[in-house]
């Protein structure tokens, strides 16, 4: 009696756990991926000075004022090109991925913090205040959170804690997207509405609709992921200045000096591609370290120097081959 009472104990387990979110896979973005900011039908607008990472594109209308003062580290492609044929029905695919989730409030924030799962406001939502997203270490920790209506953020931060990742966390907004200056919004954007980014709020992930117009002013969009609150783009995060990489431009090899060597304890180089993906992960063991990089293609590359996790230096380096 009692292996079949904890048998079913075992069941009833898995159940509310699968029901809550457990083993829920991420919505497939496709093509769609290489995009910061991507809409299948509308105007895509930028009247300040944006600083993009990532590709832009609409698939019915070119681009307008990108990147003026700004800067674009990705293709603004025009309208007819054929490379937007498989975003625009890739959008409309991830949008349609979203399902179930947990009950919300519509009131999200207010120094509230979540936990990896599936979440569903029902309706219409804002967001003000703190919202923090707690990966409990795990750092393939998948964050859904599906607002149910249009979704208006107020000067407002999502913070990332505890391994969570940027490019593991997922909203699908089923109307229009407000996101308000002096915010700092982390993840991937699938709505069903317009999008409208705001003075100098920041979002760390994608700005994609199935059908909406798109508005930026001097914002950053950096689809390069940001893990447990460290970026691993362009930004300094802690610009220490603690070692130099010469050459920059770079073609067939890179030099990492550390220019103090007592305070180097499990130094490593991680080097990534402008999509976010990682190409080099080196120990950085002595003063002077060279690697060889012909087997990089030409573009644009971002760094981070790390000490036992810690970031003490990124930056930027631009490949010329």
């Known amino acids: 009696m009692r292996t079949n009472l904890s048998i079913s104990f075992a069941a009833v387990l898995l159940f509310l756990m699968t029901a809550s979110g457990y083993g829920q896979t991420a919505p497939a973005l496709g093509t769609t991926s290489t995009f910061a900011l991507f809409t299948a039908a509308g105007t895509l607008t930028a009247t300040g000075s944006p600083n993009i990472t990532g590709n832009v594109g609409s698939y019915n209308s070119t681009p307008t004022g ?3 003062s700004g800067t674009v580290t990705g293709t603004v492609f025009t309208v007819g090109n054929s490379a937007l044929t498989q975003p625009a029905s890739d959008v409309a695919t991830a949008y349609g991925d979203f399902t179930g989730g947990t009950v919300l409030g519509v009131g999200l924030g207010n120094g509230q913090t979540l936990t990896p799962g599936v979440y569903n406001t029902g309706a219409a939502s804002t967001l003000n205040g703190d919202l923090t997203l707690n990966g409990q270490g795990d750092p393939n920790a998948l964050f859904i959170i599906r607002i149910g209506g249009a979704f208006a953020v107020s000067a407002s931060t999502v913070t990332l804690i505890n391994s969570a990742s940027s490019a593991n966390v997922y909203w699908q907004i089923g109307g229009e997207f407000d996101l308000a200056d002096g ?6 954007v699938v709505a069903d509405g317009a999008i409208h980014l705001y003075g100098t709020s920041v979002l760390h992930g994608r700005a994609l609709s ?3 117009a798109i508005s930026v002013v001097s914002n950053t969009v950096n689809i390069n992921s940001v893990v447990g609150g460290f970026a ?3 930004s300094s995060v802690d610009a220490a200045n603690a070692v130099t990489v010469t ?4 073609s067939t090899y890179i030099a990492i000096n550390i220019k103090d060597i007592s305070k180097a304890h499990n130094y490593r180089l991680l080097l990534f591609n402008v999509i976010g993906t990682e190409v080099m992960n080196s ?3 002595q003063q002077l370290t060279t690697f060889h990089t012909s087997n990089l293609h ?4 971002l760094y981070k120097v790390v000490d036992n996790n810690r970031v003490i230096q990124s930056g930027k380096l631009i490949s010329k081959q």
């Open 66 to 68: 990108f990147p003026g």
């Open 183 to 188: 915010s700092v919004f982390m993840g991937n």
């Open 210 to 212: 199935t059908a909406g």
């Open 232 to 234: 691993t783009g362009i």
């Open 247 to 250: 050459p920059n431009p770079f």
């Open 283 to 285: 120990i950085l063991n």
């Open 298 to 301: 030409e573009g644009i590359y």
